[in-house]
């Protein structure tokens, strides 16, 4: 249930930027240990296989904390739930301070997944909450693509801090909770936008509620998360070995500019498109993001470094538009008490995509070949947009005008009394 008093406009304010900038915070602290995956493999023996586990470790975690917890911040409130996605970020990069071997790594990747699961339901929906009610469009951009901008910024800054800073090893990590305790404060300094309610205890258990007006679209949304995921999935495992193996170079800032390119355009693609209708822009991000891709796949063939990186930028905008169009399609209509749900169902699919791929390509390390596997991904990408440009239609008028058409609607068969 929302409340009636949540402090003034200028509070208001503070909750939309210290929501949107923890939300940053949090998925750039997922970004940071990127670029020293090759120094680990280098340095301590952790060899591809490893790390594509490292990987999925983190969207395994995520989608757990958004099945089981996906919805608890309807109940305690999203202030609370914000500072524990804040802390679990916070204790994923204090533990990674010390890798020499993949445990470590796997685990603090895990509890970033956890604070970035928690981020993606409650920590969204306090962005909807506190957001300007103009332009109307600006909360799904924001939620859609300020994810997509945290983990490159996170990936690049840590590129830059290994490749050119001192003690390359710890510095990120300490930068990334510097910057995670001052969104913490700001948290604190921003109102509560949901009462508390009791309930909560029932709400952990795994289940993703959709609202009823949002389940028509739901498979149009999700074939546009499947298709753009996968290929996230890609990068993040095997950015920096592309960078090695393809391009011939082990420079950091080089490896973590090729996870983030396909990231760097997200938020750009979502703003835009931001006069689009949800279908337009799923429509129009999916067509670019796809054509992108088999651009993509083929520079990585040729070892054409430049032109991959081209392409990866314009997928990362036909991304942004995509799913900023999921997002906006799905959030159509919703009470406020059901956007974390919502949103919670949104993340869950978009972490399965991006785990699922990643584990089995993890497990086919010593059988295909970078390049195999960028093919494989890719098939999943070129099956899900031909369905998103043939199928996908707008979400429905919201509930409340329905209701006001059908009372306006003459009534058949009851003749009016005279």
């Known amino acids: ?47 591809t296989g490893q790390l594509a586990v490292v990987a999925a470790s983190y969207f395994i ?4 904390a958004l099945l089981f917890f996906g919805r608890i ?44 699961g928690l981020a993606s339901s409650a920590v969204t929906a306090y962005i909807v909450d506190t957001a300007p009610t103009k332009p109307a469009w600006l909360a799904s951009v ?29 510095l990120i990590y300490l930068v990334i909770v510097a910057l995670l305790v001052m969104c913490a404060v700001l948290v604190a300094l921003s109102p509560e936008t949901v009462s508390r309610v ?16 949002s389940r028509r679209v739901l498979p149009y949304a999700a074939a546009v998360i499947v298709g753009t995921w996968v290929m996230g999935s890609f990068y993040q495992a095997f950015g920096p070995a592309v960078a090695d193996d393809q391009f011939g ?37 999916m067509a670019v993001f796809l054509a992108a891709i088999i651009a993509v796949v083929i520079n990585l063939a040729t070892g054409a470094t430049v032109p991959f990186l081209i392409g990866s930028l314009i997928a990362g905008a036909g991304w942004g538009a995509a799913f900023s169009g999921s997002v906006q399609s799905l959030l159509h209509g919703t009470d406020p008490q059901d956007r974390a749900g919502t949103l919670a169902a949104v993340y869950l699919i978009s972490y399965s995509s ?13 059988t295909l070949t970078l390049l195999q596997t960028a093919l494989a991904m890719s098939a999943v990408t070129l099956i899900c947009s031909v369905f998103t440009l043939i199928a996908t239609r707008e979400p429905g008028p919201r509930p409340s005008e329905s209701r006001a058409s059908d009372d306006h609607e003459p009534k058949r068969g009851i003749r009016s009394p005279r």
């Open 73 to 116: 911040s309807d109940h305690l409130g999203r202030r609370p739930v914000a500072f524990a996605a804040l802390g679990f970020a916070a204790a994923g990069c204090l533990l990674m301070l010390d890798v020499h071997t993949a445990v470590p790594l796997v685990v603090g990747r895990a509890l970033q997944g956890l604070g970035g």
């Open 354 to 366: 991006a785990a699922i791929p990643g584990l089995l390509a993890g497990a086919f390390t010593h």
């Open 142 to 170: 924001v939620t859609g693509t300020v994810p997509m901008f945290g983990l490159p910024a996170g990936a690049v800054l840590s590129g830059a801090l290994v490749q050119y800073g001192p003690a390359p090893r710890v």
């Open 249 to 285: 170079t082990t420079n950091a800032l080089i490896a973590a500019t090729v996870f983030a390119s396909i990231m760097l355009l997200n938020p750009l693609g979502g703003l835009l498109t931001g006069l689009l209708s949800p279908a337009r822009k799923q429509r129009l991000g």
């Open 61 to 64: 975690a995520v989608a757990v």
């Open 1 to 47: 249930m929302t409340t009636h008093d949540s402090g003034t406009d200028s509070r208001r304010h503070i909750g939309f930027l210290s929501s949107s900038l923890s939300l940053g915070t949090v998925f750039a602290a997922a970004g940071s240990p990127v670029s020293l995956y090759e120094t680990y493999r280098l340095q301590d023996g952790i060899d």
């Open 198 to 213: 009791p309930g909560a205890t029932r709400t952990i258990r795994p289940h993703i509620s959709v609202p009823r007006n």
